[in-house]
């Protein structure tokens, strides 16, 4: 598995990696995943589709609001869990994963 592209750049299965370890730590949605063995892809078909957003070149922080009102209506996605997700997106490109 390819993780980096041809310009050494963090491909879209590392992003997606980093989403889902990010996502699953963090919970946003409170699914309770992070408490309960598993759940350990709870957030996976999430973490694909904003990774592929990502490479697209969206930054993170919009693929993740993307995905999340995509999968979840954006009815459920208030202000805090808009925030926990820019936490989320803040974490991972601080860990380089951001295309």
């Known amino acids: 598995m390819t993780t980096r592209d041809r310009h050494g750049e963090p491909g879209p299965q590392a992003i997606e990696a980093v989403l889902l370890a990010a996502l699953q730590a963090h919970d946003p949605m409170n699914t309770g995943c992070a408490e309960n063995e598993g759940m350990e892809s709870e957030y996976r ?10 490479a697209q070149g969206i930054p993170i922080a ?4 993307q995905t999340f009102e995509h999968f979840f209506g954006a009815d459920l996605i208030d202000q805090g869990k808009k925030k926990a997700l820019h936490m989320i997106a803040a974490q991972v490109t601080a860990a380089g994963a951001n295309a």
């Open 45 to 54: 078909l999430e973490s694909h589709e904003a990774a592929g957003l990502v």
């Open 62 to 65: 919009d693929a993740l609001d």
